[in-house]
């Protein structure tokens, strides 16, 4: 009889567990994304929820700590810097959804890195001409002079004049080679780098060779709750929010 009362109590209990867990998460799936951050019970529960979710679909490739890796070009979640829109939740979800370039018909797939170093830098733009190694390196001074770093000047003049012609740079990364979240176009002119360590090598490479990293969509993977409490789990990160404790 005892027996049987513990196992009475203890199916009650875990029903009201799933029964709370299933209205916050319809909460959770009903409130504004960008808005959680105010709500701070709610932000709690997709923060606990999205960091094993995050264990299991995103750290093979992101790390642990979301900090990325330089040598595959996987981004780093932590530094707040967004190579595809702003860093608000909502563009978080959109992204774990349908991926970077993923076969899904909605990700992103606008920016694709050509390699100006091979005879045809990008197969499906026959307008784009291959670049020599000089004019590799002239673009790489005109770089490192709008990042403020020490430059040669003649090699960033003729950069200058490449990147806002023949070579096209501006049409994806824009005049200002300060990038296009729109279309996952990173900001040339800053300190964060995806691929390599930013040095003059480093950018060799991704200029002569290409670049166009992926990341699959989830969206028939996780559930909706899911792929949004990852969503502010990377929010959190990467904008350092201090989750409060539960009463």
Sequence with gaps: ??????????FLIGAAVLAETSRAERRLLRADPDALAADPALLRFAVRRGQPLFMIHCAACHGVSGA??????????????????????????HIIEYGIRSRHPKTWSLAIMPAYGRPHPSP????IQPLAPGQISDLIEFLFRQQGRKADAAAAS???VLYGGDAGCYDCHAHDAKGDAAIGAPNLTDAVTLYGDGSREALF???????QGMCPAWIMTMSAA???ETAVYVYSISHRVEVPNAD
Excluded at 69 to 80: A, E, F, M, S
């Design 124 to 127: 499906g733009d026959s307008n």
């Design 226 to 228: 899911g792929i949004r």
């Design 68 to 93: 990325g890796d330089p040598v595959k070009g996987v981004p780093d979640l932590t530094d707040g810097d967004w190579l595809y829109g702003s860093g608000r939740v909502a563009d978080i979800e």
């Design 205 to 211: 490479l991704s200029i002569a060779q290409g670049r």
């Design 158 to 160: 003729r950069g200058a």
């Design 1 to 10: 009889m005892r027996f049987t009362i513990v196992i009475i109590l203890a």
